[in-house]
């Protein structure tokens, strides 16, 4: 009799040992941790390939003519003062080849490229409608 009653206590004791154990073993196992992959590295940039050189004009390129259909299209005029201010209300005094941005002659040349008027020469008094204030 003392044997039943010790090992239904005993029994007793264990049962709520046998429930958690049959959750342990039921549950789900955690989710390992899985680390962020760090962001990717953007690849190098490629170095910048220079810009292509102007073609060089000479001293003894052809100047343009105004009759040029370019030419005339952009206003172009070998002096400034004759620019047609009424087509062109671009132009204002003082504007000329010399002093515009697109203006590859040397300073105090007489004339000089333009990239507009490929290998030709434009006087440095002259002015188009593309005249940009040289920095
Ligand atoms: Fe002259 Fe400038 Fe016109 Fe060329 S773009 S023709 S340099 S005003």
């Given at each position: 009799m003392t044997l039943a009653i010790t090992t239904r206590r005993r029994f007793v004791a264990l049962l709520p040992l046998s429930g958690l154990a049959v959750l342990a073993a039921c549950s789900k196992a955690p989710e390992p941790v899985v680390e962020a992959a760090p962001p990717p590295v953007p690849a190098p940039m490629p170095a910048p390939t220079p810009a292509p050189a102007l073609p060089t004009v000479g001293a003894d390129a052809p100047m343009v003519d105004e009759a040029d259909a370019t030419a005339a299209s952009l206003g172009y005029?070998?002096?400034?003062?004759?620019?047609?201010a009424v087509r062109f209300p671009a132009y204002a005094a003082g504007r000329q080849c010399s002093n515009c941005a697109l203006y590859q002659g040397?300073?105090?040349?007489v004339a000089g490229a333009c990239p507009i008027f490929t290998g030709r020469r434009v006087a440095a008094e002259g002015w188009c409608s593309s005249w940009a204030k040289k920095a």
């Open positions: 005029v070998a002096v400034a003062t004759r620019a047609d040397a300073a105090g040349s």
